[in-house]
């Protein structure tokens, strides 16, 4: 990983241009699921109290991936996390001067941070249970807020959620997902909560099963989940080989 | 449209960074469809007489969008193409050392040009027999080249078209395809083909017919297409107000 420097908040205002790429900043939105529920990371800026997704910039000899990584894991300790690029925004209004962190006071003349910014856009899907987020120096909280009762958040980054929402909701017709948010073992009801939670639709349970198992990357246990009162559901379990085929070619859905 | 200032190729050198975000550029992938071929629109550069993507810059004030749709006109006379956003590449290596341009003899010290950038990729997919691409005065030529058959182009502008070729493919499956590739009134087999070409690889009658049919957005018409050796076949068309929903919301197949 690429050394980053040691700055205060006013040489960053000052002279942050020295070391990050200028007008290009990064957002991550860092979508949780635990048990039927959909929340989103935000931060909340310390002397504005706004809140905002998760961002930064990208050093002069960093991969914007590689950035995307570390911003996340110094904003809010989330570590290990795979991000998928989903979209860059370049809208010329996308300006500093709606940004939540005020210029210090020490810092006279213009700075670079209040450049116009393209941001690229990154989103991942965590089982929030299994996160600590934890704030940055910069920020006062740093929280899951449920999907449907998010604040109104600095600049475009509404908009920016709802992208990558609609990105995540295409996604999981494309490629596989449940590795890291199921148990290992798992029946066809728990994978249709998961579905049913990030589209945030019912979805028909005959219908649901069938285009699952069509995927192909679904095994049929012989053991059945015990304890219900109903008939004991079959548990499945993703085809670690054909998980992974699917995460680089796509589920392709068979035409 | 914003103003785009005249400037040498010397002086775009020495001060294109007083009109253009640094280190940011716009690259279009163009694929062009005709009766069972895909092709890439592919730019040659009058110096070095390399190939490469047909790409630029973004104006200060402008929309990244709006810089995509201008530059391809610029550099190849392409208008009212609709340009889809389909990755941001930001490895460190992309650096200008390796561009097709070279620095004019005049230029001395340093140029905002030989920096690193990060580029922002769209895609098009046209009816090639349809449109006259016409080179810029940096290009010697501006051609369709078969997808199968691209020479080696500069940058990391091969591994662009890739990740471009992907994405069209995985977006077939999400998004209607065919509006102005295909005549008005077409018949299964034309769809097919379409299908064939841009996913390169032969696809089974049926079941295409059976998931295209599923997605909701095609009517059949009352009459048939005459003059074949065979049987008729029937004639289809899509149904705008169903297309444009499906190009809004995705086609999601119905899960």
């Known amino acids: 990983m690429i050394k ?45 109290k706004k809140w905002c997704l998760p961002g930064g910039f990208v050093l ?22 795979y991000l998928q690029q989903f979209y860059t925004f370049g809208d010329p209004e996308r300006a500093r001067k709606t940004h939540g962190a005020r210029k210090p006071g020490d810092v006279t003349g213009k700075s670079w941070l ?3 910014f393209i941001t690229v856009g990154y989103w991942a899907l965590v089982e929030f249970s299994k996160v600590d987020p934890t704030p940055d120096d910069f920020s006062l909280d740093c929280k899951w807020w449920d999907i449907n009762k998010v604040p109104s958040l600095i600049l475009d980054h509404n908009a920016i959620l709802d992208k990558a929402l609609s990105s995540l909701r295409i996604h999981i017709y494309d490629y596989p997902v449940g590795k890291d948010l199921l148990p290992q073992k798992f029946t066809m009801p728990e994978l249709q909560t998961l579905y049913e939670t990030i589209l945030g639709k019912d979805l028909d349970r005959r219908n649901f099963q069938k285009k699952m198992l069509s995927m192909g990357i679904l095994e049929r246990l012989k053991e059945r989940k015990q ?29």
Chains 1, 2 share one sequence.
């Open 114 to 116: 209040t450049e116009r």
């Open 227 to 255: 304890g219900g009162a109903h008939k004991a559901p079959y548990l499945y379990r993703f085809d670690s080989k054909k998980y992974q085929l699917a995460m680089k070619q796509g589920l392709k859905f068979g035409i």
């Open 60 to 81: 002069k000899q960093e991969h914007i991936d590689d950035a995307a990584v570390r911003i996340l894991q110094n904003r809010t300790g989330l570590n290990n996390i």
């Open 4 to 48: 980053q420097p040691r700055l205060t908040l006013s040489e960053f205002f000052e002279k942050g241009d020295q070391f990050y790429i200028p007008q290009l900043s990064i957002d991550c939105v860092i979508f949780g699921f635990h048990e039927g529920e959909l929340k989103v990371l935000l931060l909340q800026w310390k002397d504005s």
